[in-house]
């Protein structure tokens, strides 16, 4: 059996419709770090550290390996922020009504997205730190639980939720912190 941290990134500095790629804003900055220190407790030393290629994963994540000891963090696109089939400035609206939606309702695109990231947990060899986006943990609940809705769950930024993979099979062991408000 190994164990899967899944990590959503720090708060960004910028919103969805205003910056594809934004970085970790003041208070992400010590999100990320405040999470470093609470899993750099909990990783065995042979951790291995994944980010989504996204800024403000990139930044959540070099916390960590900071702490140990600068660890390389791998990239990995397959934990990238969910396709969105419109311009920018159309993303915000357009990812509330996805929100709302089931995965029934879901583009082939949309599907493979899902899959890549179930695929990348799933080709993980040891215990691994993944650092990822809100979306991305919502899709990875909605397999293991075996719910068709999209929006599973509220991940607060810089939180950990704890996984197993067993022969080829994801577990929820513990869900992380959740957010007090829900996304705007």
């Keep these: 059996m190994t164990t899967l941290w899944i990590v959503r990134h720090g708060e960004a500095a910028a ?3 205003k910056d594809p ?3 970790l804003s003041a208070l992400g900055q010590q999100q990320a770090e405040a999470t470093a220190d609470a899993l750099s407790h909990r990783v065995p030393p042979d951790v291995s550290l994944i980010s989504s290629p ?3 994963a990139q930044e959540t994540a070099q916390a960590l390996a900071d702490k140990l000891d600068s660890r390389v963090v791998e990239i990995d696109s397959r934990f990238s922020e969910v396709r969105s089939p419109v311009p ?3 993303r915000k609206v357009w990812l509330q ?3 709302k939606q089931t995965w029934s309702e879901q583009s082939d695109d949309l599907w493979e997205w899902r899959s890549e990231i179930l695929s990348g947990l799933k080709e993980c060899t040891g ?3 993944i650092f990822c986006h809100f979306l991305v943990i919502n899709a990875v609940i ?3 639980l075996g719910r068709s809705d999209v929006l599973q769950v ?3 930024n810089a939180s950990f939720h704890e996984l197993s993979l067993d022969e080829g099979e994801l577990t929820l062991v513990q869900l992380g912190e959740q957010m007090e408000t829900r996304v705007n």
């Design 15 to 17: 919103s969805w419709e």
């Design 21 to 23: 790629d934004p970085g």
């Design 54 to 56: 996204l800024q403000r």
């Design 88 to 90: 920018l400035s159309e």
């Design 97 to 99: 009504g996805f929100m």
């Design 127 to 129: 215990p691994t730190v």
């Design 142 to 144: 909605a397999d293991i």
């Design 154 to 156: 509220y991940p607060a």
